[in-house]
């Protein structure tokens, strides 16, 4: 069954550095999203992506934050510099159409922690 | 703001005992999604129930979303250690393609 892949597994970084997080979505999907998960927290919604441009973004997603599609299939989530508070897992997760009814499938995450 | 409350936040019960988790908010969703998550995995879809009093099997599993469209369940039958994980529900509030997360249920059954 096709999956989402996120790499890396597990990154670390020191605060202020900047961090580019990978994901290859499900080849005929259209919509693109990133989560977070705070450890002991919810998951919480960052962005939606289409056609080359954000569709939403929630108030986490500042200035710090940018999404790209650089090509055919890879989607990433770039942290320009980064803070001890954004140590957490990152979701990305795709879905074939936009809808209420069209389920998003997720990766396994990416393990972020800021020193 | 929209918010989903799941109860109970932790359940632990025998293999072969039935449980029914719940997912309660005041506002009304397009569309449920229902997500097991295993330690160091991302969540996986179990369910989506769209329409209001949806009632949705598989296997042992039973999922309902309120005629209101506010609140969804899940109940398991005869549950087993493979079902252990935390159970999530997430719900579209409509006219985005975001999922709200509800709080989740962390479910341990014991052989």
């Known amino acids: 069954e096709p999956e989402v892949t996120q790499t890396p597994s597990h990154q670390v970084t020191q605060m202020g550095q900047e961090v580019i997080l990978r994901c290859v979505p499900i080849s005929n999907h259209l919509y693109f999203y990133w989560y977070r998960q705070i450890l002991g927290q919810k998951v919480e919604f960052l962005v939606s992506?289409?056609?080359?441009?954000?569709?939403?973004k929630s108030e986490i997603f500042d200035d710090q934050f940018s999404v790209e599609r650089p090509d055919g299939s890879n989607f990433t989530l770039k942290i320009r510099s980064t803070k001890l508070e954004d140590s957490a897992m990152y979701f990305c997760?795709?879905?074939?159409?936009?809808?209420?009814?069209?389920?998003?499938?997720f990766g396994d995450g990416t393990r972020l922690s800021i020193l | 703001t929209q918010l989903l409350e799941q109860s109970p936040q932790f359940l632990s019960i025998q293999e072969g005992e039935n449980l029914t988790v719940y997912c309660n908010s005041s506002?009304?969703?397009?569309?449920l999604q229902w997500y097991r998550q295993e330690p160091g995995e991302g969540p996986v879809l179990l369910v989506t129930v769209v329409t209001g009093g949806e009632v949705k099997k598989l296997k042992r599993l039973t999922f309902q979303f309120g005629d209101a469209r506010k609140d969804s369940s899940l109940h398991i039958t005869a549950a087993q250690p493979g079902d252990t994980g935390l159970y999530l529900c997430a719900g579209d509030p409509g006219a985005t393609n975001k999922l709200i997360f509800g709080t989740g249920t962390l479910l341990a059954v014991q052989p």
């Open positions: 992506f289409y056609n080359n441009e954000i569709s939403e």
């Open positions: 506002s009304v969703f397009s569309s």
């Open positions: 997760a795709s879905s074939e159409e936009r809808g209420s009814n069209q389920p998003q499938h």
